[in-house]
């Protein structure tokens, strides 16, 4: 074998744990989005149950039970309002009121689509663009 020939397989080998090497350690960097720990499909955070809460009031909107849909809206707001505004030291009222008032305006207007539209479907993009910001507020509070 030639010189330039064993030099070409090194460069070779090199190039190809070089390669293998990037992957094997960019593979977890991509997937490091963070992801609370969940049990029964409820994130184990402080606005996990929050989130489940409106996730079930848009599914049951999607699948054309808007009554079903208002009412977990409604205890959506109940259930925030006796925990993160009346709640005593630990609600977020309390704790970051900044925060507190930005998700709760975000979590109106959110439920608002719900209450108005009992026996009927609320405006699609209005719906979409609600759940998304009051999610995006939500992830403030974690």
């Known amino acids: 074998m030639s010189q330039h020939s064993i030099q070409l397989?090194?460069?070779s080998?090199?190039?190809f744990t070089a390669?293998?090497?990037a992957f094997t350690l960019a593979k977890p960097l991509v997937?490091?989005?963070k992801r609370a720990?969940?049990?029964a499909g409820v994130d184990n955070t402080k606005m996990g149950p929050y989130r489940a809460l409106a996730q079930l009031a848009v599914a049951a909107s999607q699948k054309g039970d808007h009554a079903g849909a208002a009412t977990l809206a409604k205890i959506l707001e109940r259930t925030w309002?006796?925990?993160e505004d009346y709640g005593g030291d630990t609600a977020l009222s309390k704790t970051n009121h900044a925060v507190y008032e930005q998700?709760?305006?975000?979590?109106?207007q959110f439920i608002t689509l719900f209450l108005e539209h009992q026996t009927s479907a609320p405006d699609a993009a209005k719906?979409?663009?609600?759940?998304?910001?009051?999610l995006e507020k939500l992830k403030l509070a974690d």
């Open 13 to 15: 080998a090199i190039a």
């Open 103 to 108: 998700v709760d305006k975000a979590m109106d």
């Open 19 to 21: 390669a293998l090497l």
């Open 81 to 83: 309002d006796k925990a």
């Open 31 to 33: 997937a490091q989005e």
């Open 37 to 39: 720990p969940q049990t």
């Open 127 to 134: 719906l979409k663009a609600a759940y998304t910001q009051y």
């Open 9 to 11: 397989r090194r460069l």
